[in-house]
């Protein structure tokens, strides 16, 4: 193995994008391990979380959590900060997001009738919540630490991108509008020179 590698499903979402968008900003040469459902189960076991995505470096076992990838990324290529404190602030961000995906998740394997009654509910109580506390804690802008994009940023805007795309049934798009702060975030993510030359490649 000579190239690092980033293995994840073959779609453009979720964890897997975040750590691509992360390797392609950091201008790593990586290979993009794209896997199907179908090639899953044989691999889940071989994963050492037993899910992904993994990075695997030359000369280190896998790497496992969406988080310890994007900050190891981040630490080494200047798109995580490097004083401890900002750096905690934003893996707290980083785990505000994480906690979004964990109530949201499982309603991925509901039932048509308990997904809607599920999300229904999400929308009247989680989310809300989770979008004021994480427009209290977006202090900069355009990016969260400021002028300049940080991991934190691709993880927020993959999961803003997700939930306002109209395609989550039972989630508005609108979902969000309400807070500038964070919408802000996704926006600039957007429009950064580096992710749309991603999405250009893509
Ligand atoms: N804490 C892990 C969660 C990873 C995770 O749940 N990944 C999902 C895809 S986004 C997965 O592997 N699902 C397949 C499975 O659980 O079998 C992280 O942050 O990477």
Redesign the pocket.
Known sequence: MNKPKLI??DAP????EECRLALHLAAVDFEDVRITQAE??AL?AQ?P?????VLELPGHAPL??????LVLIGRRHGLHPTGDFEAARHEGMMQHV?EL?GAV?PTLRMSDADKKSAREALVAGFLPTWASVAEKNITSAPFFGGDKIHVVDLKLYQVVRWLSSGKVDHIPATIFSSYPKLTGVHDAVRDHSGVKAWYAKT
Do not use: L, Q, T
Request: charged share 15%; no cysteine; proline share 8%.
């Open positions: 994840y499903f979402v979720s964890r897997g899953w189960p889940k994963m979380y037993g899910v992904i995505p496992g959590h969406s988080n310890a990838i994480e995906r998740s």
